[in-house]
T-cell receptor
Framework: GAGVSQSPSNKVTEKGKDVELRCDPI?????LYWYRQSLGQGLEFLIY????????KSGLPSDRFSAERTGGSVSTLTIQRTQQEDSAVYLC????????????FGPGTRLTVL | GNSVTQMEGPVTLSEEAFLTINCTYT??????LFWYVQYPGEGLQLLLK?????DKGSNKGFEATYRKETTSFHLEKGSVQVSDSAVYFC????????????FGKGTHLIIQP
């Protein structure tokens, strides 16, 4: 079946602009995760959704970052007023019960902030 | 908090050599442990997992055993191939999926023919 998809695959933006990154999880997966992969920080967990709800947003790097999920499916990660340090690959993953801790990753969105 | 430590490499081996990539962890409770692999130009793929002490995960000739007494989950393969060249990430989950995965920094493995 189809895996996790993310769009766009690449995004180049100017400092100060807002960007939206999209994730389509595997159909039927109730859990959805966002991560950031950067050279300096490795892989960082950002946020987890169970259904449309995100119980803990403390992993988001700053208040410029927000995420939402609708219909228990598609999720968007929004970065407002982008900064150069936001440049990274943003990864989305999904999972399902009972093996909720096994996550299936999308190909990522490479964000470059000039 | 949770943390994972692994050798960062690059690790360079000849084809058919024996591979060990060390991974140790710190976690609350009884985490599940994972190895993920990222081949050049591709996304992260689950390689193997173990969910309780003494479990052995295996896939594609790779193995790792969950050692609670040494808090380790070392990855091994008896005979590596050029196609195994990739970045390998050790990871853990201690919240049953609710807290995301904690990853190590990744180990870049290069296999020379």
């Amino acid at each position: 079946g189809a895996g996790v998809s993310q769009s766009p695959s690449n995004k180049v933006t100017e400092k100060g602009k807002d960007v939206e990154l999209r994730c389509d999880p595997i159909s039927g997966h109730t859990a959805l995760y966002w991560y950031r992969q950067s050279l300096g920080q490795g892989l960082e967990f950002l946020i987890y959704f169970q259904g449309n709800s995100a119980p803990d947003k403390s992993g988001l790097p700053s208040d410029r970052f927000s995420a939402e999920r609708t219909g228990g499916s598609v999720s968007t990660l929004t970065i407002q007023r982008t900064q150069q340090e936001d440049s990274a690959v943003y990864l989305c993953a999904s999972g399902y019960r009972p093996t909720l801790d096994t996550q299936y990753f999308g190909p990522g969105t490479r964000l470059t902030v000039l | 908090g949770n943390s994972v430590t692994q050798m960062e490499g690059p690790v360079t081996l000849s084809e058919e050599a024996f591979l060990t990539i060390n991974c140790t962890y710190t976690a609350t409770g009884y985490p599940s442990l994972f190895w993920y692999v990222q081949y050049p130009g591709e996304g992260l793929q689950l390689l193997l997992k173990a969910t309780k002490a003494d479990d052995k995960g295996s896939n594609k000739g790779f193995e790792a055993t969950y050692r609670k007494e040494t808090t380790s989950f070392h990855l091994e393969k008896g005979s590596v191939q050029v196609s195994d060249s990739a970045v390998y990430f050790c990871a853990l989950s201690s919240g049953g999926g609710a807290d995301g995965l904690t990853f190590g920094k990744g180990t870049h493995l290069i296999i020379q023919p």
